[in-house]
């Protein structure tokens, strides 16, 4: 079975511009969250997506920030016009309800 | 808002041994508390979840204590190998909408 996907690996961008990360959780699974980590720091939460609707976004940093999840699939993150202190590591997990949080790799984000 | 204290410090020990790795967190208690390993350039991996009402829950190698009185959870590695050596993160939680995780520990298990 795959676990969650992210894409791209790696995104070098200068400031100003736009990002667009993707993230596929586990087939089937309802839940599913994005997550920052910036250099030097812990794991932050950004939002929380139950199917396509957003249950928490309390932890989105600014509206330069949109997350979508269409059709309860796949879910995107853009960032819209980047800044320096965006850079920092992406991460999506996905869980059935009330479950442990599968992870993907993570998008390693720079923002130059 | 919610601060978590897991020590910042890497933690050597050698093969064999017990690692005990400690999160601290101010504040009201979770509802429950995770335990994760991450390895260098990887994403999180769930290892342990222990509920409010459970003071102490085992898996294998692995058993972590929570005392909401002290505010403290435990997490201890026995017979720990080389192979267990990577970053130790604690998360806790208040409903499953939302995870407030600690800067994690890195444990260095000496062959």
């Known amino acids: 079975e795959a676990g969650v996907t992210q894409f791209p690996s790696h995104s070098v961008i200068e400031k100003g511009q736009t990002v667009t990360l993707r993230c596929d959780p586990i087939?089937?699974?309802?839940?599913l969250y994005w997550y920052r980590r910036v250099m030097g720091k812990e794991i932050k939460f950004l939002l929380h997506?139950?199917?396509?609707?957003?249950?928490?976004e309390s932890g989105m940093p600014n509206n330069r920030f949109l997350a979508e999840r269409t059709g309860g699939t796949y879910s995107t993150l853009k960032v819209q016009p980047a800044e320096l202190e965006d850079s920092g590591v992406y991460f999506c997990?996905?869980?059935?309800?009330?479950?442990?949080?599968?992870f993907g790799p993570g998008t390693r984000l720079t923002v130059l | 808002s919610q601060k978590i204290e897991q020590n910042s410090e890497a933690l050597n020990i050698q093969e064999g041994k017990t690692a005990t790795l400690t999160c601290n967190y101010t504040n009201y208690s979770p509802a429950y508390l995770q335990w994760y390993r991450q390895d260098p350039g990887r994403g999180p991996v769930f290892l342990l979840l222990i509920r409010e009402n459970e003071k102490e829950k085992r898996k294998e190698r692995l058993k972590v204590t929570f005392d909401t009185t002290l505010k403290q959870s435990l997490f201890h590695i026995t017979a720990s190998q080389p192979a267990d050596s990577a970053t130790y993160l604690c998360a806790l939680g208040y409903n499953f909408n939302k995870f407030y995780f600690g800067s994690g520990t890195k444990l260095n298990v000496k062959p």
């Open positions: 087939s089937g699974h309802d839940n």
């Open positions: 997990a996905s869980s059935p309800p009330g479950d442990e949080q599968f």
């Open positions: 997506f139950v199917k396509e609707s957003k249950q928490d």
